[in-house]
């Protein structure tokens, strides 16, 4: 009986005893031989994808198995379901910038330009492309104090805990897909935190890592819960152009203040109405639960309740990674192990995720990610759930 033919069903990925509270696997679903059409959503059916779109809400990171057959369109129309009006990739064209810190690790897709070629290693050929060498985030690009050479195959570190966002001009796109087409496998990591914690973690060679927004806001106290709902981020314009030069903790949440920061005269120039002020705490649009939502590494201001702005960037810093650090222990993090035709859609308004692991130059992966620029701005803790 073919996949089709099977009614879609959901497990979650952990047993109800344990700390990870969000994730589930969702069963008999082919997203590229699905019957049935809409304008927007190709060969998905209605019906498949409201059980999708319900999953992605509760749970936060849904997994399907086995979907190797695919296609980037695919790919692409499963994400624009979650927001029709969307159009174009959620960086724009940041990557077309050479300075962005995000202009080496991603190839685009020539015939489905909102899809991106990610991995690591030589690939011949692939979707249009020829003689494609992939770059997997290395941390010791981007850390202050990276892992020493000899440990590096060994251990590894969280690379950035992130949301996909430009955080300039483009609205957060609200879903993100990423699909495994190539995997290495054959050995684990130790990811070590190295904050002065002792904080390790066991985890498969090169994993997603997630963590929820919604725990994460949850763990505060109600005097921090009080303060991140009624506060707001104003974030740096250009922010991948404008820390490009700047240093990572080495917990992966946040940079290191050392003056390293482009100056805006070092900078595209700056339209004032695309810089963004996003509130730290996103509202689900089905449960209503609030999560908090802040790119740590981009962060420039924060604007309090009562009109009060606190622009001085180490400070800045130190407030946010004392919010969300709790957030990252090691119980609170899902390191999904990939398996070649894994395709995992996450809620980019309600999760944290970065880039983990340290490949030798022979192992080959190659991902597809897709996410767009949303049509609308995240919902607010003010926000009205119907």
Same mark, same amino acid.
């Given at each position: 009986?073919?996949?089709?033919?099977?009614?879609?069903?959901?497990?979650?990925?952990?047993?109800?005893?344990?700390? %990870?509270?969000?994730?589930?696997?969702?069963?008999?679903?082919?997203?590229?031989?699905?019957?049935?059409?809409?304008?927007?959503?190709?060969?998905?059916?209605n019906?498949?994808?409201?059980?999708?779109?319900?999953?992605?809400? *509760?749970?936060?990171?849904?997994?399907? *198995?086995?979907?190797?057959?695919?296609?980037?369109?695919?790919?692409?129309?499963?994400?624009?379901?979650?927001?029709? /009006?969307?159009?174009?990739?959620?960086?724009?064209?940041?990557?077309?910038?050479?300075?962005?810190?995000?202009?080496?690790?991603?190839?685009?897709?020539? &015939?489905?330009?909102?899809?991106?070629?990610?991995?690591?290693?030589?690939?011949?050929?692939?979707?249009?492309?020829?003689?494609?060498?992939?770059?997997?985030?290395?941390?010791?690009?981007?850390?202050?104090?990276?892992?020493?050479?000899?440990?590096?195959?060994?251990?590894?570190?969280?690379?950035?805990?992130?949301?996909?966002?430009?955080?300039?001009?483009?609205?957060?796109?609200?879903?993100?897909?990423?699909?495994?087409?190539?995997?290495? *496998?054959?050995?684990?990591?130790?990811?070590? #935190? /190295?904050?002065?914690?002792?904080?390790?973690?066991?985890?498969?060679?090169?994993?997603?890592?997630?963590?929820?927004? #919604?725990?994460m806001?949850?763990?505060?106290?109600?005097?921090d819960?009080?303060?991140?709902?009624?506060?707001?981020?104003?974030?740096?314009?250009?922010? #991948?152009?404008?820390?490009?030069?700047?240093?990572?903790?080495?917990?992966? %949440?946040?940079? $290191?203040?050392?003056?390293?920061? %482009?100056?805006e005269?070092?900078l595209?120039?700056?339209?004032?109405?695309?810089?963004?002020?996003?509130?730290?705490?996103?509202?689900?649009?089905?449960?209503? *639960?609030?999560? %908090?939502?802040? &790119?740590?590494?981009?962060?420039?201001?924060?604007h309090?309740?009562?009109?009060?702005?606190?622009?001085?960037?180490?400070? $800045?810093?130190?407030?946010?990674?004392?919010?969300?650090?709790?957030?990252?222990?090691?119980? @609170?993090?899902?390191?999904?192990?990939?398996?070649?035709?894994?395709?995992? @859609?996450?809620?980019?308004r309600?999760?944290?995720?970065?880039?983990?692991?340290?490949?030798?130059?022979?192992?080959?992966?190659?991902?597809?990610?897709?996410?767009?620029?949303?049509?609308?701005?995240?919902?607010?803790?003010?926000?009205?759930?119907?």
């Amino acid at each position: 009986m073919s996949l089709a033919a099977n009614v879609p069903s959901a497990s979650p990925l952990f047993p109800q005893s344990s700390n %990870l509270d969000f994730g589930v696997q969702l069963h008999n679903i082919d997203v590229e031989h699905l019957s049935g059409s809409t304008p927007w959503i190709g060969n998905l059916l209605n019906d498949d994808f409201s059980l999708i779109h319900h999953l992605l809400y *509760k749970h936060q990171v849904v997994v399907v *198995k086995n979907q190797a057959n695919c296609s980037p369109k695919a790919q692409y129309e499963l994400t624009q379901r979650f927001d029709p /009006d969307a159009r174009g990739y959620g960086h724009g064209k940041t990557l077309d910038a050479k300075r962005s810190i995000l202009h080496p690790d991603l190839k685009t897709v020539p &015939h489905q330009p909102e899809v991106q070629i990610i991995g690591n290693g030589f690939v011949p050929s692939y979707e249009g492309l020829q003689n494609i060498q992939l770059v997997h985030p290395h941390h010791k690009k981007f850390h202050a104090h990276p892992i020493p050479e000899a440990d590096d195959l060994t251990y590894t570190r969280f690379y950035r805990w992130h949301i996909d966002a430009a955080l300039y001009d483009l609205h957060p796109p609200k879903v993100t897909t990423l699909m495994a087409v190539s995997v290495p *496998k054959g050995r684990r990591q130790t990811l070590r #935190y /190295d904050d002065g914690s002792g904080d390790e973690l066991d985890v498969p060679l090169g994993t997603t890592a997630f963590v929820s927004g #919604y725990r994460m806001y949850d763990t505060l106290s109600s005097a921090d819960q009080e303060f991140v709902s009624t506060s707001k981020i104003e974030y740096a314009a250009h922010p #991948y152009i404008w820390m490009s030069g700047a240093k990572s903790r080495s917990d992966g %949440l946040g940079l $290191v203040s050392e003056g390293k920061e %482009l100056s805006e005269s070092e900078l595209p120039a700056i339209d004032e109405g695309k810089i963004q002020k996003l509130p730290m705490c996103w509202k689900n649009p089905v449960t209503g *639960k609030l999560a %908090l939502q802040i &790119h740590a590494s981009a962060v420039r201001k924060i604007h309090l309740q009562n009109g009060r702005v606190i622009d001085d960037l180490a400070a $800045v810093r130190e407030m946010v990674h004392r919010l969300q650090r709790p957030g990252i222990a090691p119980g @609170l993090v899902y390191a999904h192990d990939w398996e070649e035709g894994d395709m995992v @859609l996450f809620n980019n308004r309600g999760v944290l995720h970065s880039v983990v692991g340290a490949f030798a130059s022979e192992e080959v992966r190659l991902f597809r990610q897709c996410n767009i620029a949303a049509s609308e701005p995240p919902l607010g803790p003010e926000a009205v759930v119907v």
